[in-house]
Structure formats: C-alpha cells, structure tokens
C-alpha cells in the first residue's frame, strides 16, 4: 500500500472522503478563466465596470500581476487582482481590483483577499501600495483605511462624468510621515458625530 487515503478525486482536486476548507485563497491560472469572467458577471451588475474576458486571460499570463481566487467552501465566491511595477527608484503596487460574490458579502472575504495581495507585494519588496475607489463606496474605503492606507488625492469624473474616485497609498512602513494627514474616513467621522451631537443638543 502506499499509504494515500482512498476515494477518488473531483475536479478541484478534493477526494469524495475530504472535506473543502471553509476559507481558502489560492493563486488563480488560466484554467480558472470561466469561473473569474463569472465572477466578474455576479459582483459588478454594470458591464462597464468588469473586467473583459481578453483583459483577464491578460492578466493571468502577467507574472507580475498576481490574480488570487477566494473560496468559501469549495466554491470560487471571490477574487483579487494586482500589479507589481519595479521603476528605477524601486518597487511599487497597485490594488486594481477586489471583487466578492453577494452571497458570500459579510463573510471577511474582502479583507482575506486584500490581505494576501498585500502579501505578495511586500514579499516583491513593494515599498508603496496603490489603488482607486469611487467616492461612495464607504464599504471599501473603511477597509483600505483600516489596512493603512491613507488618502492622497481626490479623482474628479475618474470612473464616468460626475462619477468621482479617490486615491489611495499604504506604504510599507505605516509610520511613515509623508502620507500623515486627515483622511476621507476621518472627515466622514467627523461629519457622523457632529450629526449625533446637533440632533443631542436639539
């Protein structure tokens, strides 16, 4: 015998006796393709916000652009992609795209798969990390403060006319003291608790 357990292997590579880990982030390769054009389809209802099948086959043949796949149960449900750019003064990255499956919203996936690109950059030797994100989303921008980064500038009409992004940066060292200054989240803190004061003192 060779010791490997019986049971015969499905098409994740799982055997029927075992059981798929609850979270899972794995690197994604082109045999993913279908299962991230479907993912695009489900997390972004508007077409011009997805990424083309011909961008992401892109991407995956990239190798300095890392493509991860969130799992939640066996089921691909989410997904991350990224860009590692080396200049002559050093490394950097971009976030360009974190994208969860309603279904599994509220499950930590978001933060699992920025985590991990976040990983992969600082093991590239990224000193800096970028990313867009449109003004309303307050989901995401509560996220990325709360991972460090901090906002540098504001993107007037960047996504479509009216529709206005803002840009991010984290550096590799969060003590850094070129990016200390308030952020969007801070003023929409600022903004909650003067509301909850005026309606106290009404």
């Given amino acids: 015998m060779d010791g490997h357990a019986n049971g015969k292997a499905d098409s994740n590579g799982l055997r029927a006796d075992d059981e798929p880990p609850e ?5 994604a390769s082109l045999r993913d393709l279908d299962v ?6 489900a997390c972004f209802p508007h077409a011009e916000d997805r990424f083309s099948r011909r961008r992401i086959r892109g991407l995956l043949l990239n190798r300095r652009a ?4 969130y799992e939640h149960n066996g089921r691909a449900m989410g997904n991350a992609v990224g860009l590692i750019r080396q200049h002559t003064s050093g490394v950097s990255a971009r976030i360009y795209s974190v994208a969860v499956h309603p279904q599994a919203r509220g499950l930590g996936a978001g933060r699992r798969l920025a985590e ?12 800096r990390t970028y990313l867009e994100v449109r003004v309303d989303n307050i989901p995401a921008i509560s996220l990325y403060v709360s991972l460090g980064f901090r906002q540098v500038c504001t993107l007037p009409d960047y996504y479509a006319p009216g529709q206005h992004g803002l840009s991010f940066c984290r550096p590799l060292d969060l003590g850094d ?3 200390i200054g308030p952020t969007l989240f801070d003023q929409l803190e600022a903004k909650s608790l003067r509301a909850v004061t005026e309606r106290g003192s009404g």
């Fill in 23 to 27: 979270h899972l982030i794995r690197p």
């Fill in 177 to 179: 003291a070129a990016l």
């Fill in 66 to 69: 890392p493509v991860l796949i």
């Fill in 116 to 127: 991990a690109l976040l990983t992969r950059f600082s093991e590239a030797g990224a000193r």
């Fill in 36 to 41: 991230l054009v479907r993912l695009e389809e």
